[in-house]
């Protein structure tokens, strides 16, 4: 029986090699690599045979999802499953833009990998979003993709004034004072500070 390959990579080691050896329990999946950095991802992933990478998120503070393209370089013979501590519908949504095929959050229990990987290579709608919505749903509330950049662009600024903030989103002063006039009314917040809270607690920031 041909078995399935997989590859992990993911920053931190004790974590990486506990996966890698729960998966090895079972006889249909080799280990073929791991990996701890990004760059030596990129270099295996651009000259090798793989069925599955199960992908961390985060690496050294810096997303995974923003090297997507380059560890896949217009491949798609392979799945990749992306593991996170960050399960809110916004990294959800800019996974599945990147073309990720499955999200598990690390906390789950790593016995129960081999039912996630056999469905992540049947069936690419398990667990998943779906691609290319244009908004994002918290509870009853939709926000669309610029109302997020508007409100992630008042957290990365705070120190700009709402003319050098326009600038930044390409959008006019009156514009920007809609948008956020908006964001107050479908938050239920009254100032930025509490528009900024409101989006870290429901994940729409990551800060």
Do not use: W
């Amino acid at each position: 029986m041909k078995k399935i390959n997989i590859v992990i990579a993911d920053d931190n080691r004790f974590f990486c090699e506990a996966l890698k050896d729960s998966i090895e329990l079972d006889n249909e999946f080799n280990v073929k690599a791991t990996f701890y950095s990004i760059e030596n991802l990129i270099n295996y992933t651009n000259t090798s045979v793989l069925d599955v990478l199960i992908l961390d998120v985060n690496f050294n503070g810096s997303s995974s999802l923003n090297y997507i393209d380059k560890i896949r370089l217009n491949r798609d013979d392979f799945k990749i499953i992306l593991l996170t501590t960050l399960n809110n519908n916004l990294t959800k949504q800019e996974a599945t833009e990147k073309g990720i095929d499955q999200f598990v959050g690390k906390d789950s229990d790593l016995r129960n990998f081999k039912p996630i990987i056999l469905q992540t290579l049947t069936n690419n709608s398990f667990n998943k979003l779906k691609k290319n919505t244009s908004k994002i749903i918290i509870g009853n509330t939709s926000f669309t993709k610029r109302k997020i950049e508007v409100l992630r662009a008042l957290y990365d600024h705070s120190n700009k004034n709402e003319k050098e903030l326009s600038k930044i989103l390409y959008i006019s002063e009156n514009s920007l004072k809609s948008h956020k006039r908006e964001l107050f009314e479908i938050t239920n917040t009254n100032n930025t500070p509490e528009l900024i809270r409101y989006g870290i607690k429901n994940g729409l920031i990551l800060p």
